[in-house]
């Protein structure tokens, strides 16, 4: 077996890792980096692409094999958000001005090729899939070749969330040759999500009774279904007093819909419920005009660079009675939330002084350094690629593992021969 990591490697972004065999080339994941769009440089001499999930990183490039023979494999979750990420996508750099050779239709070929079975044999080789936790419709790829098995984590959350269960770590095969797993965390322990959760009421609460605004950016996929449906049910139950609540994002309100589809890939609890996304008192609007404040907000774009975040954030940044929630914990360094943080945005070529309160409270869909050792403890891989994370972050989580399986940190573009 060889193995080539060619991208995602001692970073975040355009995971791609190609498995060979004398069989089959099998691709697990095809993802771009999201503020670089598109990549030509992808290999396309595949049998087979396995989508751990939707999420941009993992699947934004597989438009650039619509047109080849290659078998796609995923959810069905997976390939109808993928379907809904791309098209935006495609909009979004037609926005920019960067020429797309793209449209709607090679979108609908790209499902066409989709087989949405969980596991499936390929010429020499078995891919079964498992349940990730990470966001909804995300696996776990395994594959087993005619003599040496393999598990890719993808992204991974081994806790429970409020709408998924976290991996059901004791159905997972066992002792692999060849463990790749995600690092993105590998070097933080995070407190426990109650906790997060308790602070983000507590700002929530602190600025409702100074009678401030209060904007959530969230990304449309998975971030807004668990925010609104998080903030709405914290005030059925007054753990938080009504107020004016409000969510923003077309995307988002399209790709609920596969929430409500796809409810048995939720958490048990969540899945007994009839209409588990059916908000009572947060409302969805189209229009930032009709706000009424003070309101608070959970809206598209996550990192605040355009949509309704973008322009709430110039709109209430300077009053110190409001506040901006940052619910993830990686912000690329142009993004206009990092600048807040730093005390100052800018909006059409003019300065504005960041007066209200800049919180980041992060609900991750990842595992941290604590779980990511335990989970290689009882996976007991042979071998381990760490990806999916800077270096640091991989450096810190390897010297943990090191006593309990052999730990590369592989660079990208770099092959090995299992
Ligand atoms: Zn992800």
């Given at each position: 077996m060889k193995i080539t990591f060619n991208g995602g490697a001692r970073e975040i972004g355009g995971s791609c890792t190609v498995v060979e065999t004398e069989d089959a080339r099998v691709a697990l994941d095809y993802g771009i980096k999201v503020d670089e769009g598109l990549s030509y440089n992808m290999p396309e001499d595949l049998d087979a692409v396995v989508v751990s999930h939707a999420h941009l990183d993992h699947s934004g490039n597989l438009l650039t094999i619509a047109d080849k023979k290659i078998v796609v494999i995923g959810t069905r979750a997976t390939r109808e958000i993928t379907s809904e990420l791309l098209q935006?996508?495609?909009?979004?750099?037609?926005?920019?001005?960067?020429?797309?050779p793209y449209n709607f239709q090679d979108v609908c070929k790209l499902s066409e090729l989709w087989l949405t079975r969980q596991s499936l044999a390929l010429p020499g080789v078995e891919v079964s899939q498992y349940p990730a936790g990470h966001v909804l419709g995300a696996n776990m790829v395994h594959l087993k070749t005619r003599d040496k098995t393999l598990l890719y984590t993808g992204d991974f959350c081994v806790h429970d969330t409020e709408i998924l269960d976290g991996v059901d770590v004791d159905a997972l095969p066992r002792e692999p040759d060849v463990l790749i797993m995600e690092s993105t965390y590998g070097g933080t322990s995070r407190p426990k999500r109650e906790e997060l959760v308790k602070s983000l009421f507590s700002k929530i609460r602190e600025t409702m009774k100074r009678g401030g605004n209060i904007l959530i950016p969230a990304f449309a996929f998975h971030r807004i279904q668990e925010m609104t449906r998080r903030i709405d049910l914290a005030m059925g139950a007054k753990l938080l007093p009504r107020y004016n609540a409000y969510y923003i994002s077309g995307l988002a309100h399209r790709i609920t819909q596969y929430y409500h589809d796809n409810k048995t890939l939720l958490s048990k609890q969540v899945n007994k419920q009839a209409n588990p996304f059916n908000l009572q008192r947060v409302r969805r609007v189209r229009r930032i005009g009709q706000i009424k404040e003070p309101a608070i907000v959970i809206c598209t774009s996550g990192f605040g660079h355009a949509g309704a975040s973008r322009v709430l954030l110039s709109k209430w940044a300077g009053n110190e009675d409001n506040a901006v929630i940052i619910n993830t914990g990686y912000l690329?360094?142009?993004?206009?939330?990092?600048?807040?943080?730093?005390?100052?945005i800018v909006d059409n070529g003019k300065s504005i002084n960041v007066n209200?309160?800049?919180e980041q409270i992060e609900l991750s869909g990842h595992a941290d350094q604590e779980e990511l050792i335990d989970f290689v403890k009882t996976i007991k891989p042979k071998r381990t690629f760490l990806i999916h994370g800077n270096l640091d972050q991989a450096q810190a989580l390897s010297e943990k593992i090191s006593k309990y399986t052999d730990v590369?940190?592989?660079?990208?573009?770099?092959?090995?021969?299992i």
């Open positions: 935006d996508l495609i909009k979004i750099q037609k926005m920019k001005g960067n020429a797309v690329p360094p142009d993004s206009p939330l990092i600048m807040a943080k730093e005390g100052k209200a309160d800049i590369e940190i592989p660079n990208k573009n770099e092959s090995f021969e």
